[in-house]
């Protein structure tokens, strides 16, 4: 159920993020008009502290990655970008400040330091994904 939320989340955040760059579509016939194609995930992460959080992925096949972020009784979305290794997601609202760095299995959660002298603070380390509830 709340992966169903996050990932309509992530779909309406999509449609104001494209809003508000003010990108508009040009119209093409339908025959010519590409299908985007997604695939989606939902992923519940165990961190220290017993700590838990929980993920919707959106991969769209472009490239473009999302995520659907619930933390401190708020959803966050944000978008991904390839890291050396792994994918850091970054808060769609830049005042929020906040990145996901994820590699394999592993998750980390931070606030991004405004003075580039100053390392990230970490919310939520070593999360590890839990295997999916049936």
């Known amino acids: ?16 993020n494209a809003s508000a760059q003010g990108s508009k579509p ?15 995930q939902s992923v519940r992460y165990r961190c220290d502290g017993d700590a838990e959080i929980e993920l ?5 096949s472009n490239g473009t990655t999302f995520a659907a972020l619930h933390h ?12 050396t290794t792994g994918v ?3 808060a769609l609202d830049e005042k929020l400040r906040l990145s996901w760095y994820t590699q394999g299995m592993k998750g980390e959660l931070s ?15 070593n999360c590890f994904a839990q295997p999916a509830q049936r």
């Open 26 to 40: 040009s119209p093409a016939p339908a025959a010519q008009q590409p299908s985007l194609i997604f695939s989606s």
């Open 72 to 83: 401190n009784h708020r959803t966050l979305m944000l978008q991904g970008r390839k890291a």
């Open 88 to 90: 850091r997601f970054f």
């Open 111 to 125: 606030a991004i330091a405004t003075d580039p002298n100053v390392q990230d603070q970490i919310l939520m380390s």
């Open 1 to 16: 159920m709340l992966a169903r939320t996050l990932l309509a989340g992530v779909l309406a955040a999509l449609a104001l």
């Open 56 to 60: 919707a992925y959106l991969n769209l």
